[in-house]
């Protein structure tokens, strides 16, 4: 899995439930790429798992300032995989989707693979825009040709970037994908490149949300399977050496939770966002703000802090939209699903990757509001506010849309799918063209 948040913690509880089953699970973690302050493995181990870090001299490097393309770390990174492989013996990979070439390698050494998606279904499809997009799909021929033309710009935009890629010596996930697939004699016919984010390699694709919360589809791919929110809500996300400040919060008015998670302080606007929130709360005294800036922002660039707003670096997400009325977030899926589950409307102000395609799903199924970060003013946010708490349909659709999610969670179906992975997987020689399909259970 790649070292970020929103890709590590969706796994936990897939993790849990198979460990629970009497399997062995063991995380190979790419290097911690960006430094916020602790460790992914730490984060990982804390969850009471096995983990093996790829490549950790890239680590190392990057940390001392050495910044080198990514493609120069791979051959150590499959080196490493390989002598994991030879040393454990795993039964099945299970591949973060933004990684098809570790996939590769599995498939290079004779074990099956299956993919995790921690974000939406990224192929394209004529009534599904592409997550960068916040477009909304209708039913019309405008809509199919303004989705049409988003993925036309997609595409352009993939060319122009592997061509920069090229002539800068580097190569883009596509042609690090066309050049592995080619040398490990993949199918390439499996292989879908009309896709945001990462190519798709045709192998069984967990997606770790509910398809209630997508656009509605005529059809699904069927190496699709969607596995429920995968949010463990019984989990205890503050960190031992962290107390949050209850007592600092007015229990007699609605609390609105901010955030723009944890590496809010990466986002080109997210300072001056966060400046905008406070001086639209500082006018509405009646309101209790609770806002959550990162541990790597300081609270001392923020001015005119009214008594209703407690400003802090960390706060428990899930502790916190029990009490909440409303969220203002940025739209990452995880964050976007913690609220669906709490029953709690979200005014959503998306930066990047999948948040804007996140962001038009809210509004689509009328959960909440969208907004522009980097043009939205103080008045404009209290109107938006105002309107959302007088409204109380917003959170009993998404109360409704919750239900949805936890009926599907009750089902465990991605462990149940994983099992029946391996059971199918047991009597097909791994390098066969089965590694395209799926089992024959779909769920």
């Not at 990057?62 to 490493?80: E, M, Q, S, T, V």
């Not at 490990?184 to 209630?212: K, M, Q, W």
């Not at 099992?419 to 769920?443: G, V």
Request: net charge positive; with cysteine; charged share 20%.
């Amino acid at each position: 899995m790649l070292s970020q948040t929103g890709h590590l913690n969706p796994t936990f509880k897939l993790a849990h439930g198979l460990k629970a089953r009497g399997h062995r699970v063991c995380y190979l973690s790419m290097p911690d790429w960006i430094d916020l302050g602790h460790s992914f493995a730490d984060h990982i181990r804390a969850h009471g798992f096995e983990v093996i870090i790829l490549a950790p001299h890239a680590q190392a490097e990057y940390r001392a300032g050495i910044r080198k393309p990514f493609n120069n770390y791979l051959p150590a990174i499959g080196d490493d995989i390989s002598r994991f492989v030879e040393e454990f013996h795993p039964s099945l990979f299970i591949v973060d989707a933004l990684l098809p070439m570790v996939a590769l390698k599995a498939y290079e050494l004779g074990i099956p693979a299956a993919m995790l998606s921690v974000v939406l279904p990224r192929r394209r499809g004529p009534l599904r825009p592409p997550l960068l997009t916040t477009i909304i799909p209708g039913e019309t021929p405008f809509f199919r040709m303004k989705i049409a033309a988003a993925w036309y710009r997609n595409a352009w935009g993939k060319l122009v970037n592997g061509t920069l890629c090229r002539l800068h010596g580097k190569r883009d996930v596509d042609q690090l994908t066309r050049q592995i697939a080619k040398r490990v004699n993949y199918d390439g016919t499996c292989i879908r490149y009309d896709t945001v984010f990462s190519p798709e390699l045709g192998l069984p694709e967990l997606i770790v949300c509910a398809p209630d919360f997508d656009f509605p589809h005529r059809a699904t791919p069927s190496h699709y399977h969607y596995i429920g929110s995968s949010v463990e809500l019984a989990r205890d996300r503050q960190s031992p050496d962290t107390s949050f400040p209850w007592e600092q919060i007015a229990a007699d008015k609605p609390l609105i939770f901010c955030t723009l998670g944890s590496e809010s302080s990466n986002f080109k606007h997210g300072q001056r966002f966060f400046q905008t929130v406070i001086d639209a709360f500082a006018a509405k005294p009646e309101w209790q703000l609770v806002m959550a800036i990162s541990r790597q922002m300081e609270a001392s660039v923020f001015h005119g802090l009214a008594p209703n707003t407690l400003l802090v670096n960390w706060a428990p997400h899930l502790e916190i939209l029990k009490r909440a009325s409303l969220m203002i977030n940025h739209g990452g899926l995880g964050t976007v699903k913690e609220c669906i589950l709490s029953g709690v409307p979200m005014l959503v102000f998306p930066t990047t990757s999948d948040q804007p395609g996140n962001a038009a799903r809210v509004v689509y199924h009328k959960l909440g509001m969208m907004g522009d970060i980097g043009k939205v003013t103080a008045e404009q946010i209290r109107s938006m506010v105002q309107a959302m708490l007088e409204d109380s349909s917003y959170r009993e659709r998404t109360e409704a849309m919750g239900r949805k999610f936890k009926e599907m969670d009750a089902g465990n179906k991605g462990v149940e799918f994983v099992e029946d992975l391996l059971a199918s997987r047991a009597s097909t020689p791994s390098r066969s063209p089965a590694q395209c399909r799926t089992p024959s259970k779909n769920i």
